[in-house]
């Protein structure tokens, strides 16, 4: 029995091993930093070398840890829809009404793109703009995603409809798209330095041609 021992106290130790090495930074923060940089610069301008300067990794690191650029730029943006970008579905599902939903969206906006201390306006819609044809697949995803979002406008739109809160003969593509290309437009007006008051502004003239 004595025999045995050493034998099965080395194979414990070795299950108490940990697997691999340990890395040497925090992998949360170093997403939060490379979301800041993508939504600051688009994705084309952002390069490796700004993105481990900015996430304090090396490439290698960066390449074991997140994959390549394109990896680390869908979870940046997929950190961004649950986070800085979550609040357009809140609204569409929690308002009452179609126009509540609508009006909420707008004026959270306001707020959202032109929040201090980080890049303004909407990753998901300047994130791929000026790409070239290397990047039409990060084009092509950004747009789905932004293709998906107007369809939950349109799909609220509806509703009021059914609810009666909108008229029967409400045109109801026409209706969402307006929203839709409203919001768009705020994101690149807070991009180019329009302040919170501006964009509510504009949200609530945007509401007036809600139909009554």
């Given amino acids: 029995m004595t025999g045995t021992q050493p034998l099965e106290r080395q194979r414990r130790q070795e299950k108490e091993k940990p697997k691999g090495r340990p890395r040497g930074f925090d992998r949360e923060t170093a997403l939060e930093r490379a979301l800041t940089l993508f939504w600051q610069h688009g994705y084309e301008a952002t390069s490796i070398s700004g993105l481990t300067k900015a996430m304090g990794i090396s490439p290698p690191s960066l390449y074991a840890a997140f994959g390549d650029k394109r990896s680390l730029f869908e979870e940046a943006v997929a950190r961004y829809q649950e986070s800085y ?33 980080r890049p303004h306006g909407c990753l998901v819609i300047s994130g791929a703009v000026n790409c070239g044809p290397e990047s039409a697949d990060v084009e092509a995803a950004l747009r789905d995603i932004r293709e998906a979002s107007k369809h939950a406008i349109h799909d609220r739109v509806v509703s009021g409809v059914r609810t009666g809160e909108l008229p029967a003969d409400t045109d109801t593509e026409a209706l969402a798209q307006y929203y839709a290309a409203v919001f768009q437009g705020m994101s690149t007006q807070a991009r180019d330095g329009a302040s919170r008051s501006e964009l509510e502004a504009l949200a609530e003239l945007a509401m007036r041609a809600w139909p009554s």
């Fill in 85 to 117: 970008g979550a609040f357009t579905p809140r609204a569409l599902t929690e308002e009452p009404t179609a126009r509540g939903a609508i009006e909420r969206v707008l004026h959270e906006a306001a707020a959202e793109f032109t929040a201090p201390g």
